[in-house]
Nanobody, 127 residues
Framework: QVQLVESGGGLMQAGGSLRLSCAASGRTFSSSVMGWFRQAPGKEREFVATISRSGDSTDYADSVKGRFTIGRDNAKNTVYLQMNSLKPEDTAVYYC????????????????????WGQGTQVTVSS
């Protein structure tokens, strides 16, 4: 079983930056594709970013491309989301997600492809 714990959320003014972290338990972190999703009030959960097992491949939702950066440190069992140039529309609960251990070397976009989820961390961006 993998447990994910997000941290780093908070209140920020538009144009500011935040860095989210997600710490994973277990021995399979380096074998899991990782992703970040978010859910705003009244909206469905949406994909934000994904990173391959090795960290060589990443991809982003168009709405955050060029502003957000996903990274991982397999030695620390941690995945990060650096969020710059924040906008009020970035306000949401952000969730970290992990696949089961896999030999797949790519990225995963669909929430249905992830097996483990964190509890979420609130990000609020004021205008």
């Amino acid at each position: 079983q993998v447990q994910l714990v997000e941290s780093g959320g908070g209140l920020m003014q538009a144009g500011g930056s935040l860095r989210l972290s997600c710490a994973a338990s277990g021995r399979t972190f380096s074998s899991s594709v990782m992703g970040w999703f978010r859910q705003a009030p009244g909206k469905e959960r949406e994909f934000v970013a994904t990173i391959s097992r090795s960290g060589d491949s990443t991809d982003y939702a168009d709405s955050v491309k060029g502003r957000f950066t996903i990274g991982r440190d397999n030695a620390k069992n941690t995945v990060y989301l650096q969020m710059n140039s924040l906008k009020p529309e970035d306000t949401a609960v952000y969730y970290c997600a992990a696949t089961v251990a896999t030999t797949y070397s790519g990225v995963v976009y669909s929430s249905r492809g992830y097996n483990y989820w964190g509890q979420g961390t609130q990000v609020t961006v004021s205008s």
